[in-house]
T-cell receptor
C-alpha cells in the first residue's frame, strides 16, 4: 500500500499570501489529522477529520482552515501568512472507524517557509 | 486537559547500552499512550502503543514501554542501543473517552554513540 502523500513537499511564500497544502491518506483510511511542527513548539495539533466531518480543532487562529473530501483526501489552507507560520506541516491518517486508539501513519510533511 | 511531558530534550547513550526515554502524562481518566520516532527529513513512524491490559508493551525495532498508572509514566526502553536508533522520539497521549485529539510531547533527541 502506498503511504500518506503530501504535496507540495516544499513551499516558499511571502507574508500576506495564502497557501493550500494537500494530503492523500493511505487507501481505506478515513481519518486524517494535521499537525504543525516547529523546533520550539514541537508538534501542535491543527485539525482532525473523519468522513468529511471536522472532529477536533486545535488552538490556532481562524487563518488556519481545513477540509476533507469524500475520497478522504484533505487540504489545509493558511491565509494571510505570517513569518511565524514557517514550519513543517504533517498530515497523518488512521485506519478503521476513527477509533481513538488507532495509531496514525504520517506523511513526509510539507516544509513551508514564509519570507 | 491532557498533556505530555518529555523531561529530557536530549539523551546520549553508548552503543550496546540500555536506553530509556522518559514520558509522563496528565489526563483525567484512562489514557491511550503512543510512541513515535522521527528520522531526519521524514515524517513520524509509529513504534508502539498502550491501550489496556499488560503494562509492558513491545513494539517495533526491539523497543518496549512500560505503562505505570501510579506514576503516570510511559517510558520507552531498549535493552541494547544501536547507532541507527539515533532520532527524535515523541510520546503522545489521548483520552480514552470523549472526542479529544492526540497530544504530543515536545520530543527527545536520542544520540547513540559508537
Amino acid at each position: 500500500k502506498a503511504g500518506v502523500t503530501q504535496t507540495p513537499r516544499y513551499l516558499i511564500k511571502t507574508r500576506g499570501q495564502q497557501v493550500t497544502l494537500s494530503c492523500s491518506p493511505i487507501s481505506g483510511h478515513r481519518s486524517v489529522s494535521w499537525y504543525q511542527q516547529t523546533p520550539g513548539q514541537g508538534l501542535q495539533f491543527l485539525f482532525e477529520y473523519f468522513s468529511e466531518t471536522q472532529r477536533n480543532k486545535g488552538n490556532f487562529p481562524g487563518r488556519f482552515s481545513g477540509r476533507q473530501f469524500s475520497n478522504s483526501r484533505s487540504e489545509m489552507n493558511v491565509s494571510t501568512l505570517e513569518l511565524g507560520d514557517s514550519a513543517l506541516y504533517l498530515c497523518a491518517s488512521s485506519p478503521g472507524q476513527g477509533s481513538l486508539y488507532n495509531e496514525q501513519f504520517f506523511g513526509p510533511g510539507t516544509r513551508l517557509t514564509v519570507l | 486537559a491532557q498533556s505530555v511531558a518529555q523531561p529530557e530534550d536530549q539523551v546520549n547513550v553508548a552503543e550496546g547500552n540500555p536506553l530509556t526515554v522518559k514520558c509522563t502524562y496528565s489526563v483525567s481518566g484512562n489514557p491511550y499512550l503512543f510512541w513515535y520516532v522521527q528520522y531526519p527529513n521524514r515524517g513520524l513512524q509509529f513504534l508502539l502503543k498502550y491501550i489496556t491490559g499488560d503494562n509492558l508493551v513491545k513494539g517495533s525495532y526491539g523497543f518496549e514501554a512500560e505503562f505505570n498508572k501510579s506514576q503516570t509514566s510511559f517510558h520507552l526502553k531498549k535493552p541494547s542501543a544501536l547507532v541507527s536508533d539515533s532520532a527524535l522520539y515523541f510520546c503522545a497521549v489521548r483520552f480514552q473517552s470523549g472526542n479529544t485529539p492526540l497530544v504530543f510531547g515536545k520530543g527527545t533527541r536520542l544520540s547513540v554513540i559508537a
